[in-house]
């Protein structure tokens, strides 16, 4: 390996030393070279610690002979040289210690360029030059790069730093592939153009970096040079701008490795973080005079722990910008807060490991009190961000604010024109004087954009604020609360509005609803339960009692009554049992729905055979086909999205020095086969194998080897303290390291505490890791399964015990092995050699799978609970889906004490809905089915049958199994299970905390419901909760007799679909009715359909089931609200009001009043009811009551509304109508 990299590297200073002569337009001699021996250049010269008047120059050899060095101002007359001996503490690397050398050039000039050779023993050379930082410049420019990993941008990059030709360049983190104890990978950086050698570098740690190493190459430079109360923090003062770098893996890699893994972290840890981050508090205190400040660290402001930590320092510190890395994405946010807006920016570095039309590095220009940032992609600027010392310049027009009177604790609606007049980018924000109190219009989703290199828009997430150019103006709106009565009065810039705040009666509101599924203290994705809970809080101005409504899509399924003082907040809570698995949308009041998924089926999971003799069986999920390998063994081949195997812990095991996992895989040629094709764009850490609960983010693993989007394979385990991680890569160096596509491979990662980890490809050592510093306990994760083409990945949502998302792999295996020891090069080779035998160490194997069909079981059975009946047997209905030659066969056994089988019969399944008849089929008190599943695994397509639903009916008694946690209360035996539809979906967070007391409410029995749900559970009995489920309703319109002097009109109208009735079958013609119950009717004579995400303000006073329908109808004009516009779609309705809506709808009117003398109250009609009531008398549409009266103002019953609809649009009614 060291020979290899010796003649690497000897090669590239040749070659660099010769495009130094053509690049750079400098008078330099060309580097002179000496017969090659066994010392050369190992990395650099490269440059640190930049200053006025010196700086540090460092490299290392092959050789630990003293090496010389010359400097001057004039290229073809450097000075004499100096002897420079190597550092006698430099660490050691595979048992040898490094060779690492350091010079600093003092008592230089500032702001003038230097060059200088660098010699060695055998006359090897290598030359660079520089230029001391200036005193006062007029202008300062600099580069930032993160993520550089190995580095495909670098030719790119050398040819734009020589052409930029910054003061210095900022490295915000993560310069090698693997990991910082992998010493050859920061070869990656230090070795990767001319810059290294003459342009200097500053730099902040990355989670990649961190080790000895880096230490030695970069920080222990660096603080004795700037100093570092705090290890790994610098800070550094160029002309009047202030740079501030930190470490920040202390908080979001250690503190993020033990609290996301279900830990806490050490003290160590807590004691570094706190000390970052009072020492960045006081640097910036001390810095306020800078015109700018400066901020790089690797971990982004996306990072939570970032966030936390860092936030609220770096904008109480005014810090100008923050430059960032690791999510290799690139992103621009501001602050969060309105008072802060762009005054701190955000800028998130796109990766620069591979080129990506999203930049790769950045360059940044200040001059006159503006700093200007381009985003650079191959060469090309691909978006800008410039600041400037003045922030938040916005001016304001056309501003407009919503006029009174409201109701207490209404939003009130402002909007205006916002025009950025300074010189850099702004954040819209509308300060809002409400009686001298200043709130904030902030934020609206919107995303910055840039432009790729083709021309085509690259879109970038923010935090969701609109940001402003300098010059640019936009219009942002939005609301603030009013939340004392009385006189309101409210600026935006020069203007202002009175707003006379007015009493609100007894109003609720419902948010914060947290859901939890079973009763355990976290939730169960496999249970049926359902508790939610949600606050109330009475908005009003007087005490009330509120009705709160448990909602199951829009279905009201259980209900309790909490009086609430004005202002009070109570806590609510509902138990409720789904009777079906699937997915519901359920919400409490006018709360925003919450989404829940129950699940469900049962299927046929063929079982692959342990052959370690340790009972650890895998299963086959989604339905892989099966083939052959180049030897003729079987394999089974996945596809990448829904394949995989599964090997669920038995606990029978535990790793605590050594482990070694193997699988022999093809990996895909061509695309189509569900990931990005294992390409260098494609997704990353696609798992071989995998031992724990999520990889690619923390330390939520036992064991893993997955394949990079590089190709290269990494091999970790996971440690039990703050670092965790202890991972290694292929060497990317070595073209013959990592995957061979289309290609049979036995892909091998072992690891023990004495030798460090190893990895194999074809029985070639492809990467190696020295042994970790720590002894640390490594964390076996019990209970969580081993994994074959799958793992959850990203971070660990700690009560769900998975990662947001899923990562697969695609391709063939034919085998599979795990070991509790790491097995030698030589042991490998044996087993590459003799695969079907079991090989040396085969004590030691806790999991052999090997994946020709015939260790492959493709039956296995559930077995029901035993059922008690009340009565023989009547029938059984199904619901299954069985494919091609799949099948599923139903026994029904019959026991008369729920023990013993006293009889059965067998049933074969089909696939669809049926039902099957069980007269005769036996006797018993009690009854329980047997299902047997049979899979096809197959060379096109495997068939996997899929069971999901039995019911049973015997006598009066019915046997249900329709969810999981139904199919749960049985067993299942070989090759049958469920698959949880969970292991496929990406989550945006973790389970609600569900902590915390609830108040008692009074329940309520449900009487009615919306007409257009049905039901799809019952309320589960606790031992506070006693709602029941409401009855079955009898036909509709049972109460409608057909002597009813509309019964006619109402028996038209149910025949068309108007009319349905409510939860009880029930039309209560003689009652009032709502003006949302009218409405409802109305929009559905008319086809008028419900305005979709609809949500209406408390005071409207309206049904939750009628949000959307009032919502068309009032843009439809024929609803319009009260003299403060609400709706008040639960009040009664008038005679007046009906009439109106009909007549607005049939689009009536008329100015001729006199058309309404007829009627002996005419003048009681109100003026805003005239118009619409004239036109419909015009039209003989409106006759009155047989006294001559019309009684506009009375209110009016559901027969009556009805009749009038009908005949306005029918133009047919009953005499009787009035």
């Known amino acids: 390996m060291k020979k290899r990299m010796r003649a690497r590297n000897q090669h590239l200073k040749r070659l660099l030393s010769l495009l130094l002569t053509v690049v750079m337009v400098l008078a330099m001699i060309p580097a002179a070279f000496a017969a090659d021996t066994a010392s050369g250049f190992v990395i650099g010269p490269y440059l640190l610690a930049p200053k006025t008047t010196s700086m540090v120059a460092v490299w290392e050899t092959s050789g630990s002979e003293p090496t010389t060095i010359r400097f001057g101002t004039d290229a073809n007359a450097l000075g004499d040289a100096v002897t420079v001996e190597r550092d006698p503490e430099a660490p050691a690397y595979g048992g040898v210690q490094t060779n690492i050398y350091r010079y600093k050039f003092s008592e230089l000039t500032p702001g003038t360029r230097y060059y200088y050779e660098v010699a060695l023993a055998n006359g090897e050379t290598s030359r660079g030059t520089f230029r001391t930082l200036e005193e006062n410049p007029t202008e300062i420019r600099y580069i930032s790069i993160t993520d550089t990993h190995k580095f495909d941008t670098k030719a790119t990059f050398d040819a734009a730093v020589a052409d930029y030709d910054p003061a210095f360049i900022i490295h915000g983190g993560d310069m090698v592939e693997g990991t910082g104890t992998q010493k050859e990978q920061y070869a990656f950086w230090f070795n990767s153009g001319e810059f290294i050698h003459n342009y200097p570098v500053v730099y902040a740690c990355g989670n990649h970096d961190f080790s000895d190493y880096f230490d030695m190459y970069v920080i222990d430079t660096q603080t004795e040079e700037y100093g570092s109360a705090v290890a790994g923090n610098i800070s550094f003062d160029y002309g009047n701008v202030h740079f501030d770098l930190m470490d920040s893996n202390p908080w979001a890699l250690f503190q993020m490795n033990a609290e996301t893994s279900g830990g806490k972290m050490d003290a160590a840890t807590a004691d570094k973080i706190e000390k970052s981050v009072q020492w960045l508090k006081d640097d910036l205190a001390k810095n306020q005079d800078k015109a700018f400040r400066i901020l790089v660290m690797h971990h982004p402001i996306s990072d939570p722990y970032t966030k936390m930590h860092i936030a609220p320092v770096a904008e109480e510190g005014h810090v100008d910008m923050m430059l960032a890395g690791h999510t290799h994405s690139y992103a621009r946010a501001v602050s969060d807060q309105p008072t802060v807006g762009a005054g701190t920016i955000y800028l998130t570095h796109q990766d620069s490991r591979a080129v990506s039309a999203k930049g790769s590095y950045m360059t940044h220009t200040i001059k006159d009190g503006v700093l200007t940032t381009q985003n650079m992609a191959n060469g090309g600027v691909v978006g800008t961000t410039v600041t400037a010392v003045d922030k938040q310049q916005l001016a304001y027009s056309n501003v407009s604010i919503q006029s009174g009177p409201v109701p207490c604790n209404s939003e009130i609606e402002i909007s205006a024109t916002i025009t950025n007049t300074g010189k850099g980018m702004a954040a819209a924000v509308i300060p809002v004087d409400d009686n001298g109190t200043i709130k904030y219009i902030y934020g609206d989703l919107e995303s910055d954009s840039g432009l790729s290199t083709s021309g085509e828009p690259v879109r970038v997430s923010s935090n969701g604020v609109k940001t402003l150019e300098p010059g640019e103006s936009i219009e942002l709106s939005g609301t603030v609360s009013l939340t004392e009565i009385g006189k309101h009065t409210v600026k935006v810039a020069d203007v202002s509005k009175d707003i006379e705040v007015q009493f609100r009666p007894a109003t609720f509101s419902y948010t914060n609803v947290r859901t939890k599924l079973g009763n355990g203290e976290i ?130 095991f535990t790793i605590d020095n050594g482990i070694t996992g193997m699988v022999w895989a093809k990996l895909p040629v061509s695309e189509g086969t569900g990931i990005n094709n294992l390409t260098p764009n494609g997704r990353d850490h696609n798992p071989l194998m995998t031992k724990g609960v999520s990889i690619g983010w923390g330390t939520n693993y036992l064991y893993r080897m997955a394949v990079r989007a590089t190709g290269k394979v990494t091999v970790g385990i996971g440690f039990n303290n703050d670092n965790g991680e202890f991972f290694w890569n292929d060497d990317d160096a070595d073209p013959n390291a990592g995957i061979k596509k289309g290609e049979w491979v036995q892909y091998v990662g072992g690891f023990d505490r004495t030798t460090g980890g190893d990895s194999y490809q074809n029985k070639y050592n492809s990467g190696h890791i020295d042994a970790p510093a720590f002894d640390s306990e490594i964390k076996n994760w019990p209970g969580a399964s081993t994994y074959i083409g799958f793992s959850y990945t990203g971070a660990l949502l700690t009560n769900r015990g998975r990662g947001v998302d899923r990562t697969m792999l695609a391709g063939e295996v034919s085998q599979a092995r795990m070991y509790q020891s790491k097995l030698t090069e030589a042991e490998v080779a044996a087993v590459a050699d003799a695969p079907s035998a079991a090989g040396p160490k085969s004590d030691d194997l806790v999991l052999w799978l090997n994946f020709d069909p015939k260790n492959i079981v493709q039956t296995g059975t559930h077995t029901t609970e035993w059922a008690e009946i009340s009565g023989a047997p009547a029938s059984l209905a199904y619901k299954a889906e069985i494919p091609g030659k799949s099948a599923i066969q139903a026994t029904v056994e019959f026991s008369k004490d729920g023990k013993t089988v006293s009889g059965s019969k067998a049933f074969d399944l089909k696939t669809g809905e049926n039902t099957i008849d069980l007269t005769g089929a036996g006797e018993g008190k009690y009854v329980r089915i047997v299902t047997k599943f049979t899979s096809n695994l197959g060379t096109e397509q495997t068939d996997i049958p899929v069971l999901y639903t039995y019911t049973l009916k015997a006598g009066e008694s019915t046997a249900a199994w329709n969810t999981y946690a139904d199919w749960a209360k049985g067993t299942f035996a070989d090759g049958a299970g469920h698959q949880s539809s969970d292991a496929y979906r990406a989550l945006s967070e973790d389970f609600d905390d569900y902590a915390g007391e609830v108040d008692e409410g009074k329940p309520v029995e449900q009487t009615a419901a919306s007409s257009e749900t049905t039901q799809t559970g019952s309320a589960a009995t606790t031992e506070t909760t006693t709602e029941t489920k409401p009855e079955q309703p009898k036909e509709a319109g049972w109460d409608v007799d057909d002597s009813h002097w509309a019964a006619k009109t109402i028996r038209a109208m149910m025949a068309e679909g108007v009319l349905e009735g409510d939860a009880e079958g029930r039309i209560r013609p003689d009652d009032k009715i709502t003006r949302e119950e009218m409405i409802w009717v109305m929009n559905t004579m008319l086809g008028i359909q419900p305005k979709a995400d609809t949500k209406l303000d408390a005071a409207d006073r309206s049904s939750d089931w009628a949000y959307g329908a009032l919502a068309a109808a009032k843009d439809a004009g024929i609803l319009q609200g009260d003299e403060f516009g609400y709706l008040c779609g639960s009040d009664y309705a008038t005679r007046a009001e009906i009439i109106t809506m009909i007549a607005r709808a049939c689009k009536v009117s008329s100015d001729d009043r006199s058309v309404l003398d007829g009627f002996t109250d005419a003048a009681d009609i109100p003026d805003w009811a005239v118009s619409a009531l004239a036109g419909m008398a015009a039209q003989g549409s409106l006759s009155g009551y047989t006294d001559g009266t019309l009684q506009p103002n009375d209110q009016i019953t559901r027969a009556e509304a009805f009749s009038l609809l009908y005949e306005a649009i029918t133009v047919e009614a009953p005499a009787q109508a009035a």
């Open 523 to 652: 939730s169960d994705i496999g249970s049926d339960i359902l508790n939610i809970k949600a606050d109330i809080t009475n908005i009003g101005n007087e005490d009330g009692t509120a009705t709160a409504t448990l909602y199951v899509g829009d279905e009201a399924t259980l209900s309790k009554q909490y009086t609430l003082k004005a202002g009070e907040v109570k806590t609510c809570e509902f138990t409720y049992q789904f009777e079906q698995a699937g997915e519901f949308s359920v919400r409490i009041g006018d709360s925003a729905p919450e989404t829940v998924y129950i699940e469900g089926s049962i299927q046929g999971m063929p079982m692959v055979v342990d052959q370690s003799g340790k009972g650890n069986n895998g299963y086959l999920h989604g339905a892989p086909t099966i083939g052959t390998d180049d030897k003729g063994n079987g394999t089974i081949i996945l596809d990448g999205d829904k394949d995989y195997v599964e090997i669920p812990d038995n606990q029978n």
